[in-house]
């Protein structure tokens, strides 16, 4: 891809101080470590990962609403922290893992969808209403749930309420942080063909984080694999599906559950302990964990290893990994 990113991030990094108990020290905890990302014009990233892996961190930092501890993160090659927060909720908007929390239950689905309108003076009473029924038409509900609230409404409803909120703004980038996770399973697969169809329509460029690879199939052109505030391997959906590089990748495609009962729970090999984030393994922080390692993994940390459509961050494919070892 030669186009300049809509979306950068350049060697972010996301520290916390955590403290242990009433008299314990603090300690850093590192969200994010040295992450660097781009998001092109169009494309859906998909970000998958264990829970607790900083995911959501990261979603945090490219909306604003936290600042990196370290690096930079650009819109349009400025840097987002010296861009006024007003005009760049017009460009960027979110869309939330749990559709009920994210909707103020007080309000009404008018007043909810509206509201980013009414908060940049955007028309008149007349030209809001008629976005309104505009938006409410695009992602499928009735011109009647206007005066509704969303504890009247299910699940899947309350998610199209949430994609009109964004949509409304008509923004370049929706950062998507597991907007399916919470519904039940017919209703996923409803929101992600209307998620697929709004971004033909209007030529959205989507970060889709989830935990859910048969998701991140479905909707992703990108997708970037996080473990422990790390990005360990990214490809394009076809080569990481197909031929994923990254020991921690493989696991994650082993863990999808198959139709047929007969196969069983699947065994990632990844055990049932995660690592400790505040004290991160030394080396490879995978490597307690890999099926591949090798004695230099707990010593030296990998760097990355550019590939033809991304790049994979693992000693399996250092070029002299014995020389880096001595």
């Known amino acids: 891809m030669t186009n300049k990113p809509v979306l950068e991030l350049k060697n972010v990094s996301k520290t916390y101080t955590i403290k242990q108990g009433l008299f314990g020290k603090p300690k850093p905890l590192r969200a994010l470590n040295d992450v660097s990302l781009n998001l092109q014009h169009g494309e859906v990233l998909g970000l998958v990962g264990e829970s607790g892996c900083g995911k959501s961190t990261l979603a945090k930092i490219l909306l604003g609403l936290e600042a990196p501890s370290e690096g930079q993160v650009l819109?349009?090659?400025?840097?987002?922290?010296?861009q006024d927060?007003?005009?760049?909720?017009r460009r960027i908007q979110p869309i939330f893992q749990d559709p009920y929390s994210s909707l103020n239950p007080r309000k009404s689905?008018?007043?909810?969808?509206?509201?980013?309108?009414?908060?940049?003076?955007?028309?008149?009473?007349?030209?809001?209403?008629?976005?309104?029924?505009?938006?409410?038409d695009i992602?499928?509900?009735?011109?009647?749930?206007?005066?509704?609230?969303p504890s009247q409404m299910s699940g899947g409803q309350r998610q199209r309420v949430a994609i009109a909120r964004a949509l409304?703004?008509?923004p370049e980038i929706v950062i998507c942080d597991e907007p399916t996770s919470a519904l039940d399973v017919s209703v996923q697969s409803q929101i992600l063909n209307l998620l697929a169809d709004l971004r033909a329509?209007?030529?959205?460029?989507?970060?889709?984080?989830?935990?859910?690879?048969?998701?991140?199939?479905?909707?992703?052109t990108r997708v970037a694999v996080m473990y422990l505030?790390?990005?360990?391997?990214?490809?394009?959906?076809?080569?990481?599906?197909?031929?994923a590089r990254h020991p921690y990748s493989r696991a994650l495609l082993a863990s999808v559950l198959t139709p047929d009962p007969d196969m069983g729970v699947p065994d990632t090999q990844l055990g049932a302990a995660y690592p400790n984030p505040i004290a991160p393994p030394s080396g490879c922080a995978f490597h307690p964990r890999c099926a591949k390692v090798m004695p230099h993994c707990?010593?030296?940390a990998p760097w990355p290893v550019p590939t033809s459509d991304g790049h994979v961050e693992c000693h399996l494919y250092d070029q002299q990994p014995l020389q880096a070892a001595s």
Not at 75 to 82: K, T
Not at 201 to 213: A, R, V
Not at 229 to 243: H, K, Q, S
């Open 75 to 82: 819109v349009d090659g400025q840097a987002l922290a010296g």
């Open 85 to 89: 927060r007003i005009a760049l909720s």
């Open 109 to 136: 689905i008018e007043d909810i969808i509206t509201l980013p309108l009414r908060v940049h003076g955007i028309g008149d009473s007349a030209s809001r209403d008629r976005e309104l029924h505009k938006m409410l």
């Open 139 to 149: 992602v499928g509900l009735p011109a009647r749930v206007a005066r509704s609230y």
């Open 168 to 170: 409304i703004m008509k």
């Open 201 to 220: 329509e209007f030529g959205l460029t989507y970060l889709f984080i989830s935990h859910n690879l048969a998701v991140v199939e479905h909707l992703a």
């Open 229 to 243: 505030g790390r990005i360990v391997e990214e490809a394009d959906v076809a080569t990481l599906f197909e031929t």
């Open 298 to 300: 707990s010593r030296i």
